[in-house]
């Protein structure tokens, strides 16, 4: 194991960090920090409960990802504060 939190702040692209309710392998902090450590990333707080969303909630998955792409392609994605998907 190692530690590359540092390594964050270097990520040159930019991210969709999907983070799920009440996930104990990674709870909402980590996502925050996350989010915080990587410029221009969007976290989205998702409403899916536990760490594999595609298997647990796939449509909200699937919607978030969906989002972040067409605003990412049409340039309407400036970096915005975390957000509650959608019901």
């Known amino acids: 194991m190692s530690d590359n939190r540092a390594d964050l702040a270097r990520v040159p692209v ?3 960090i999907l983070q799920c309710a009440q996930d104990v392998i990674a709870p909402e902090e980590v996502g925050r920090f ?4 990587i410029p ?17 909630a796939p449509d909200e998955t699937i919607a978030a990802i969906k989002m972040w792409c067409l ?7 400036p970096t915005l504060p975390a957000r509650r998907a959608a019901p």
């Open 71 to 77: 605003r990412t392609v049409s340039g309407a994605l």
């Open 40 to 56: 221009g990333s969007e976290l989205v707080l998702m409403r899916a409960t536990g760490h594999c969303p595609n298997l647990s």
């Open 14 to 16: 930019r991210c969709l």
């Open 34 to 37: 996350v989010h915080e450590s």
